[in-house]
Nanobody, 126 residues
Framework: QVQLVESGGGLVQAGGSLRLSCAAS????????MGWFRQAPGKEREFVAATSSSGGSLSYADTVKGRFTISRDNTKKTVYLQMNSLKPEDTAVYYCAASTYSDYFNFADDSLYGYWGQGTQVTVSS
């Protein structure tokens, strides 16, 4: 069982930066690939970024590639999302998720993530 708690969201101006954190409980964090997803009002949840259990494989949505960086610290049971050059269209609730897989799967498929956090709001003003 994995419990996830996100933090670090907030209000930022366009062009600014935020770093989201997702702290996990449980003994199996290092076995899980981790992902970040987001959902804007009136839109479906979409994939943002993911990392394999070791951190050796990373994946990004095209919309955030070059601006966002996902990382993890297995000793701290935490995954991060560094968000730079934020745009108003990045406004959404951001969710952290843990997959039942460690690597070698479709990182963007949210049905392959069995554990979810409660979400943190990110608002980017123009």
């Amino acid at each position: 069982q994995v419990q996830l708690v996100e933090s670090g969201g907030g209000l930022v101006q366009a062009g600014g930066s935020l770093r989201l954190s997702c702290a996990a409980s449980g003994r199996t964090f290092s076995r899980h690939a981790m992902g970040w997803f987001r959902q804007a009002p009136g839109k479906e949840r979409e994939f943002v970024a993911a990392t394999s259990s070791s951190g050796g494989s990373l994946s990004y949505a095209d919309t955030v590639k070059g601006r966002f960086t996902i990382s993890r610290d297995n000793t701290k049971k935490t995954v991060y999302l560094q968000m730079n050059s934020l745009k108003p269209e990045d406004t959404a609730v951001y969710y952290c998720a843990a997959s039942t897989y460690s690597d070698y799967f479709n990182f963007a498929d949210d049905s392959l993530y069995g554990y979810w956090g409660q979400g943190t709001q990110v608002t980017v003003s123009s």
